[in-house]
C-alpha cells in the first residue's frame, strides 16, 4: 500500500471507526474496552482524529485502535480498514449540525452511518448466508445496501440499512450471522444503534410501482429479500408482533396515494395469521395467499423453489 492509500486510512475519521468495532460513541467519549471502565474513560479528539483513555493511558490514531481493539498487527489492521466500509466523516463541524442533518433527529444520528452503506462489503459470513443459504438475488443485495462488519469477539454482523421512501437513512440492523457459536444469552441475534428506528421497510420501493401494480408485504427482511429475489416488489413489517400505530398509519397515507393491489404470505404460525388479520383492517384489498404443507415462511418456500429448479 501506498503512502497515500496509508493517509486515507490514517484520516478516516476515528469516532465512525470505534463505531465500527461495537464502540458506542456518545459526545465524543466511550467506555474504553482497554480495561475494566464503568466511566467512558476513552477519549477521542476528532481535530486531530485521536482517542485517549485517561485512565489506562491507551491512546493513538484509527490504525492504533484497530490493531488494539482486534488484536492485530500493523498489515491486519490496515487490511481490516480498507476491506470494512468507510465510516462516515462526522465531526467536521459542531454535533448539533450532525442532529439536524439527521431525518430523525434527537439521539439518532443518521449521518454517522451513512458512508458505510456506500460502498457495502459482504464478508464470507454474509455471502454464505444470503447467497447460500437464503439464496438471495445479488441485485437484491445490492439494492438493500447490505453490508457486514465483525465486532471486537470475531462475531460476524450482517448490517441493514432502513430508508424512509426519500431515501433518507432512518435505522440500522444488526443481525448476528454465527449464533450458535455465541454462549446462550451472551450476544444477542439482533442489535440497535442507539436511536435507530427499525418500523417499514425497504420503502422507497413504493417510487418504483405503477398505477395497477402488486405491492407484497412480509414479515422481516429475510422474506422480503426472498419476495424481492423472485422479481415481485415487496416491502416488510418487522415482524409479526411489531406492528405498531405508525407502521399503520404510514401504510393508510401509502394505501390513500397509491393505486396498487397488495398480496401476503402470512408465516405458517397464529402470530403470522394475526399480522395478516391486523394489515386488513388497513388495507381492506389485501389479498391472502396459501404457503405450501412443510414452508414455514415464504423465504423457505423461496429456497425449496430455488434448489428444485436449480
Same mark, same amino acid.
Given at each position: 500500500m501506498d503512502?497515500l492509500?496509508?493517509?486515507?486510512?490514517?484520516?478516516?475519521?476515528?469516532e465512525?471507526?470505534a463505531?465500527r468495532?461495537g464502540?458506542?460513541?456518545v !459526545?465524543?467519549?466511550?467506555?474504553?474496552? *482497554?480495561?475494566?471502565?464503568h466511566h467512558a474513560?476513552?477519549? *477521542?479528539?476528532?481535530?486531530?482524529?485521536?482517542?485517549r483513555? &485517561?485512565?489506562?493511558g491507551?491512546h493513538?490514531g484509527?490504525?492504533?485502535?484497530v490493531m488494539?481493539?482486534?488484536?492485530?498487527? *500493523?498489515k491486519?489492521a490496515i487490511?481490516?480498514?480498507s476491506?470494512s466500509?468507510? /465510516?462516515?466523516?462526522?465531526?467536521r463541524?459542531?454535533w448539533?449540525?450532525? %442532529?439536524e442533518a439527521?431525518p430523525?433527529?434527537?439521539?439518532?444520528e443518521?449521518?454517522?452511518?451513512e458512508?458505510f452503506f456506500?460502498?457495502?462489503?459482504? +464478508? /464470507?459470513e454474509a !455471502?454464505r &448466508?444470503l447467497?447460500?443459504?437464503?439464496?438471495?438475488?445479488?441485485r437484491?443485495v445490492?439494492?438493500? %445496501?447490505?453490508?457486514s462488519?465483525?465486532?471486537k469477539r470475531?462475531? /460476524?454482523?450482517?448490517q441493514?440499512?432502513?430508508y424512509d421512501?426519500?431515501?433518507?437513512l432512518v435505522?440500522?440492523?444488526?443481525?448476528n450471522?454465527?449464533? /450458535?457459536?455465541s454462549p446462550k444469552?451472551?450476544?444477542p441475534?439482533?442489535?440497535?444503534p442507539?436511536? +435507530?428506528?427499525?418500523g417499514?421497510?425497504n420503502?422507497?420501493?413504493l417510487?418504483?410501482l405503477?398505477?395497477g401494480e402488486?405491492?407484497?408485504?412480509?414479515?422481516?427482511c429475510?422474506?422480503?429479500? =426472498?419476495?424481492l429475489?423472485s422479481?415481485?416488489?415487496?416491502?416488510?413489517?418487522?415482524? =409479526?408482533?411489531?406492528?405498531t400505530k405508525?407502521?399503520?398509519?404510514q401504510l +393508510?397515507?401509502?394505501? +390513500?396515494q397509491?393505486?396498487?393491489?397488495?398480496?401476503m &404470505?402470512p408465516d405458517?404460525?397464529?402470530?403470522?395469521?394475526r399480522? *395478516?388479520m391486523?394489515l386488513q383492517?388497513v388495507l381492506?384489498?389485501?389479498?391472502?395467499?396459501?404457503?405450501?404443507?412443510?414452508?414455514?415462511?415464504?423465504?423457505?418456500m423461496?429456497?425449496?423453489r430455488?434448489? &428444485?429448479?436449480?
Amino acid at each position: 500500500m501506498d503512502r497515500l492509500e496509508l493517509q486515507k486510512l490514517r484520516d478516516l475519521p476515528i469516532e465512525g471507526v470505534a463505531e465500527r468495532l461495537g464502540m458506542q460513541v456518545v !459526545r465524543h467519549k466511550a467506555l474504553c474496552p *482497554f480495561h475494566d471502565d464503568h466511566h467512558a474513560s476513552l477519549s *477521542f479528539c476528532r481535530r486531530r482524529n485521536t482517542f485517549r483513555c &485517561f485512565a489506562c493511558g491507551a491512546h493513538g490514531g484509527t490504525i492504533d485502535l484497530v490493531m488494539k481493539q482486534m488484536n492485530m498487527d *500493523f498489515k491486519e489492521a490496515i487490511k481490516w480498514l480498507s476491506l470494512s466500509p468507510d /465510516p462516515s466523516p462526522v465531526g467536521r463541524g459542531d454535533w448539533r449540525d450532525e %442532529r439536524e442533518a439527521s431525518p430523525t433527529g434527537g439521539g439518532w444520528e443518521g449521518a454517522r452511518y451513512e458512508r458505510f452503506f456506500e460502498r457495502p462489503w459482504l +464478508s /464470507p459470513e454474509a !455471502r454464505r &448466508f444470503l447467497y447460500d443459504e437464503r439464496r438471495i438475488d445479488p441485485r437484491v443485495v445490492r439494492w438493500c %445496501r447490505l453490508t457486514s462488519w465483525k465486532d471486537k469477539r470475531q462475531v /460476524p454482523w450482517l448490517q441493514i440499512p432502513y430508508y424512509d421512501r426519500e431515501g433518507r437513512l432512518v435505522g440500522i440492523q444488526n443481525r448476528n450471522l454465527d449464533p /450458535p457459536k455465541s454462549p446462550k444469552g451472551d450476544i444477542p441475534r439482533f442489535r440497535f444503534p442507539q436511536g +435507530s428506528q427499525c418500523g417499514i421497510y425497504n420503502l422507497p420501493v413504493l417510487n418504483l410501482l405503477r398505477p395497477g401494480e402488486e405491492l407484497w408485504i412480509t414479515e422481516g427482511c429475510s422474506d422480503c429479500w =426472498a419476495m424481492l429475489s423472485s422479481g415481485r416488489k415487496a416491502i416488510a413489517i418487522p415482524s =409479526a408482533t411489531l406492528l405498531t400505530k405508525k407502521d399503520k398509519e404510514q401504510l +393508510s397515507i401509502i394505501n +390513500s396515494q397509491l393505486s396498487i393491489e397488495y398480496h401476503m &404470505f402470512p408465516d405458517r404460525d397464529a402470530p403470522g395469521e394475526r399480522l *395478516f388479520m391486523q394489515l386488513q383492517k388497513v388495507l381492506p384489498g389485501l389479498v391472502h395467499h396459501q404457503l405450501p404443507e412443510g414452508c414455514k415462511d415464504f423465504g423457505e418456500m423461496w429456497k425449496r423453489r430455488w434448489n &428444485f429448479e436449480g
